[in-house]
């Protein structure tokens, strides 16, 4: 069993930043791709970006390339992620995710996730 803890939500003003953090409780953290998703209300929980265990091999949703970094510190057992030039479409709960696998080529399908955090609410305003 996973455990996943998200912190540093909160209100940005629209090109802000912030910085997402997802605290695991497991000593195989490497052995997981974790992911992060955000649902808005009304909108379904939507791939923001995944990084696999070992390598660090990144993917990110179209929308939040450039923008966002996702990076991981497997000796912290934390997986970050960094929000530039946050927009108000970026408002959402963010929820980070885990997998036991290597791979991405399916990373952004939230059922392919067995481990879940129980979410960080992020809101940007105009």
């Known amino acids: 069993q996973v455990q996943l803890v998200e912190s540093g939500g909160g209100l940005v003003q629209a090109g802000g930043s912030l910085r997402l953090a997802c605290a695991a409780s497991?000593?195989?953290?490497?052995?997981?791709?974790v992911g992060w998703f955000r649902q808005a209300p009304g909108k379904e929980r939507e791939f923001v970006a995944a990084?696999?265990?070992?390598?660090?091999?990144?993917r990110y949703a179209d929308s939040v390339k450039g923008r966002f970094t996702i990076s991981r510190d497997n000796a912290k057992n934390t997986v970050y992620l960094h929000m530039d030039s946050l927009k108000p479409d970026d408002t959402a709960e963010y929820y980070c995710?885990?997998?036991?696998?290597?791979?991405?080529?399916?990373?952004?399908?939230?059922?392919?996730?067995?481990?879940w955090g129980q979410g960080t609410q992020v809101t940007v305003s105009s």
């Open positions: 497991t000593g195989t953290f490497s052995a997981y791709t």
């Open positions: 995710a885990a997998y036991q696998s290597a791979s991405l080529v399916r990373a952004t399908m939230p059922r392919l996730y067995r481990y």
């Open positions: 990084a696999t265990g070992r390598d660090s091999f990144t």
